[in-house]
């Protein structure tokens, strides 16, 4: 698979590296740059010693069966499997959301079992379908919420780098998109405050925190507060699940990314009905999931995040 | 049933006639599951359908969730709120006071419809 990918990328090379529906994108930070390279590639020959690594998976919604993908926690183990798979180990994996499909405690149970085999530290936030129980987030803030403020927000500093982790899925208004809510947009105010300006920021939340498709959604309302308080800062870079596709942006220093889903892929935004899981053939699901791949970038030069739609 | 089937005897033949209809229709739905009596609003590939309903004070209007996708009813106001629906669920709220209730999908706020009661 390497050799397809050294010597550019052709469709056969293309199909093998989706021929799974588990995705997820490894970053690597150098310099305070963050570049993604697919999981396959990163599989097949890990990135450089330089700097660290660390993974990003979305959107597992353990506990969906529905046609779009009848078991979503074998994709999710699939996905794992990858990770467990790597040569040279990322430092931790963040999952930016959606673990589970309806927030049961089986569901958490089964997802955490799953992802407890990589054998490494996992940064959680929420996504909304991880705040569904009576408690609305009690069962999620029960297992993930230690040390962290309000609905789950918190940061961390790891070699050099201050991880923000924001929720933007709870309290939402009607006729909106995704919140941060003033609470949360001021103690990322006072995170913040005290670091230079070259500190390598990432922050990761779940829905996409600039605007992909406002008609379903998919942005949120405060995130332009939030941005703001990100702006002096040398190299932010963002990265959101949700929308079960890669798509990447980039204004002035800050680059957006969001990631696959390992469960099931969804429309481009507006193309379709609704926002719903895509559904296809059993055996056409690893296909679809592969058109969203053509425009990850193959081998291991640093993706460029521009501002282009990844899905086809 | 049989109080409505009485009340419909004393009436007139044709009046009768509809009641009837309707008892032997009801029936078997009732034993399947709880119908909707009243009108439903359907969710279906995150809209609900129809966007505006109008009902009179003391219906019941139900949801149902056609998507497989959770979705939940909340009014703007808090005055009805349901637990999350998946797939093929309903909540059923009875309106009894007139007014105009926007509501929305709590999970995915662009998701929005409301509900005009007039009085009976």
């Known amino acids: 698979m390497s050799d397809d990918h050294s010597t550019g990328e052709d469709r056969r090379g293309f199909l093998k ?10 970053w690597t930070m150098s310099g305070g740059v963050a570049a993604s390279v697919s999981l396959d590639q990163a599989v097949a020959a890990p990135a450089a010693a330089k700097g660290f690594s660390f993974l990003q998976i979305s959107d597992s919604h353990v506990g969906f069966s529905k046609p779009a993908n009848p078991d979503a926690a074998a994709t999710y183990r699939e996905a794992v499997g990858k990770i467990i798979a790597m040569p040279v180990k990322p430092d931790f994996i963040i999952h930016t959301g959606d673990i589970t499909q309806l927030s049961k405690d089986q569901e958490f149970d089964d997802a955490e079992q799953i992802i407890r085999q990589a054998g490494l530290t996992v940064f959680h936030i929420p996504g909304e379908h991880d705040m569904l129980d009576e408690g609305a987030g009690k069962a999620y803030l029960d297992r993930f919420g230690k040390g962290t403020k309000g609905a789950g927000w918190y940061s961390f500093d790891h070699r050099g ?25 001021a103690w990322l105010q006072k995170d913040l405050a005290a670091r230079p300006a070259s500190t390598p920021i990432v922050v990761f939340a779940h829905i996409p925190l600039w605007t992909v498709y406002a008609d379903w959604g998919w942005g949120t309302d405060d995130a332009a507060q939030a941005l703001g308080h990100l702006k002096r800062f040398g190299s932010v870079t963002v990265l959101n699940g949700h929308i079960h596709q890669i798509v990447q942006k980039v204004e002035g220093n800050i680059a957006f990314h969001t990631a696959r889903s390992t469960a099931f892929p969804q429309p481009v935004g507006g193309q379709g009905p609704s926002p719903g899981p895509l559904k296809a053939p059993t055996g056409q699901l690893h296909a679809m999931l592969g058109i969203t791949s053509a425009t990850f970038v193959p081998g291991h030069a640093p993706i460029a995040l521009v501002d282009s739609t990844l899905a086809a | 049933m049989s109080q409505r089937l009485f009340r419909a ?8 006639l509809v009641f009837l209809t309707d008892a032997v229709i009801a029936a078997p739905t009732l034993a399947a599951a709880p119908a909707p009596s009243g009108p439903t609003v359907k969710i279906d590939n995150f809209v609900f359908g129809p966007a505006a309903l109008t009902v009179t004070v003391g219906t019941t209007v139900t949801w149902i969730n056609q998507d497989d996708i959770p979705h939940t009813v909340v009014a703007n106001d808090k005055s009805f709120k349901s637990r999350v629906l998946d797939s093929d669920e309903r909540f059923a709220f009875t309106f009894t006071r007139p007014g105009e209730y926007a509501y929305f999908c709590s999970l995915h706020p662009h998701m929005v419809g409301k509900v005009i009661v007039r009085p009976a």
């Open chain 1, 161 to 185: 780098v201050h991880f923000v982790a924001l929720v933007n899925v709870v309290n939402l208004k009607a006729g909106g998109m995704g919140s941060l809510g003033p609470e949360q947009l």
């Open chain 2, 9 to 16: 005897g004393a009436l007139s033949l044709a009046l009768s």
């Open chain 1, 17 to 26: 590296c989706m021929a799974w529906a588990g995705t997820g994108a490894l």
